[in-house]
């Protein structure tokens, strides 16, 4: 809605260069209300690789959760310099092959790692 | 700067445990499947030779417009127990004559290789869904022939859309007829 009105002022400014006459504003602002919101700054919280929520465990080890026989570590999840997170063991499968994230191709190299 | 390829090398060392791929192929496939039926190109149908075996499935494509039209193609797609690590394996079972298809049924598209330099191959961010427009893409829209499969098809193609297309009809008649 903000926009628009701006919009209309815009447009009004130049009708009045062309014409070098006032034309009353079609539009006036009368009442405005700032919005503002937030979010974490990851960029995505559903892993791209297996698809679950990164705070949750990723689908293999939910599958591998009833045969868990070797000490199997938690399953966390890890950063990218470029901001997007996935499970640390969907990329640690994905980097053997690719060392590149899977969402914007750019070399990975982990920031973090947590929960 | 710490890169996983590393941590996972030193990890490696220690820890061979060899892990099964296969129930995660079809967790992923259960959901997959579903998204790529509801989405399907209307010149499109997926068969499933064996219903309980998401993994293998043909795909029909019946372009109807551009100069594959009228033809009916089949593509085997074989979902590999390491997917989604790797893209699905797509071999063409009709003949024909495409510069991105080879005569003996191999496919190029860039997001079936499974490794490449560019940013263009396989991700496993992407669904059967991308490939399967990506198969129905091959017949549409307009192709880069760039790197063809099909030399002398990619060949006919840029000096004489005329010879090309009368070629692509001749293969139709005699391979992809229903």
Same mark, same amino acid.
């Given at each position: 809605m903000f926009t628009k009105v701006a919009m209309a002022d815009e447009n009004d400014n130049e009708r009045m260069d062309g014409d070098n006459q006032k034309l009353e504003k079609m539009f006036t602002l009368k009442k405005w209300n700032a919005v503002a919101m937030w979010s974490w700054d990851v960029e995505c919280d559903t892993c791209a690789i297996c698809r679950v929520q990164v705070m949750d465990a990723c689908l293999r080890c939910q599958a591998e959760s009833k045969k868990d026989s070797y000490g199997k570590q938690d399953c966390v999840v890890v950063w990218g310099e470029c901001n997007h997170s996935f499970h640390y063991c969907c990329m640690s499968l994905w980097v053997k092959q690719n060392n590149r994230c899977p969402l914007c191709q750019q070399e990975w190299s982990i920031q973090r790692m947590g929960k | 700067m710490i890169t996983l390829s590393q941590r996972l090398k030193r990890r490696n060392e220690n820890d061979n445990t060899p892990v099964p791929r296969a129930p995660i192929r079809d967790r992923l496939l259960v959901k997959e499947a579903q998204e790529m039926s509801q989405l399907l190109p209307a010149s499109c149908s997926v068969h499933y030779p064996?219903?309980? #075996? &998401?993994?293998k499935f043909t795909l029909i494509v019946q372009p109807?417009?551009?100069?594959?039209?009228?033809g009916t193609f089949r593509f085997d797609i074989n979902v590999t127990e390491e997917y989604n690590m790797v893209p699905p394996i797509v071999k063409c079972s009709t003949k024909l004559w495409h510069p991105?298809?080879?005569?003996?049924?191999d496919v190029c598209l860039s997001l079936l290789r499974?490794?490449?330099?560019?940013?263009?191959g396989w991700s496993p961010i992407r669904r059967l869904n991308d490939v399967v427009w990506g198969l129905h893409a091959l017949f549409t #829209? &307009?192709?880069?022939?760039?790197?063809?499969?099909n030399v002398e098809a990619a060949d006919q193609f840029r000096h004489s859309k005329e010879e090309f297309k009368l070629k692509v009809m001749e293969y139709v008649t005699s391979y992809a007829k229903e």
């Amino acid at each position: 809605m903000f926009t628009k009105v701006a919009m209309a002022d815009e447009n009004d400014n130049e009708r009045m260069d062309g014409d070098n006459q006032k034309l009353e504003k079609m539009f006036t602002l009368k009442k405005w209300n700032a919005v503002a919101m937030w979010s974490w700054d990851v960029e995505c919280d559903t892993c791209a690789i297996c698809r679950v929520q990164v705070m949750d465990a990723c689908l293999r080890c939910q599958a591998e959760s009833k045969k868990d026989s070797y000490g199997k570590q938690d399953c966390v999840v890890v950063w990218g310099e470029c901001n997007h997170s996935f499970h640390y063991c969907c990329m640690s499968l994905w980097v053997k092959q690719n060392n590149r994230c899977p969402l914007c191709q750019q070399e990975w190299s982990i920031q973090r790692m947590g929960k | 700067m710490i890169t996983l390829s590393q941590r996972l090398k030193r990890r490696n060392e220690n820890d061979n445990t060899p892990v099964p791929r296969a129930p995660i192929r079809d967790r992923l496939l259960v959901k997959e499947a579903q998204e790529m039926s509801q989405l399907l190109p209307a010149s499109c149908s997926v068969h499933y030779p064996n219903e309980n #075996d &998401l993994s293998k499935f043909t795909l029909i494509v019946q372009p109807t417009e551009g100069y594959w039209e009228g033809g009916t193609f089949r593509f085997d797609i074989n979902v590999t127990e390491e997917y989604n690590m790797v893209p699905p394996i797509v071999k063409c079972s009709t003949k024909l004559w495409h510069p991105n298809i080879s005569e003996s049924g191999d496919v190029c598209l860039s997001l079936l290789r499974r490794h490449s330099v560019d940013s263009m191959g396989w991700s496993p961010i992407r669904r059967l869904n991308d490939v399967v427009w990506g198969l129905h893409a091959l017949f549409t #829209d &307009l192709l880069n022939f760039e790197d063809p499969l099909n030399v002398e098809a990619a060949d006919q193609f840029r000096h004489s859309k005329e010879e090309f297309k009368l070629k692509v009809m001749e293969y139709v008649t005699s391979y992809a007829k229903e």
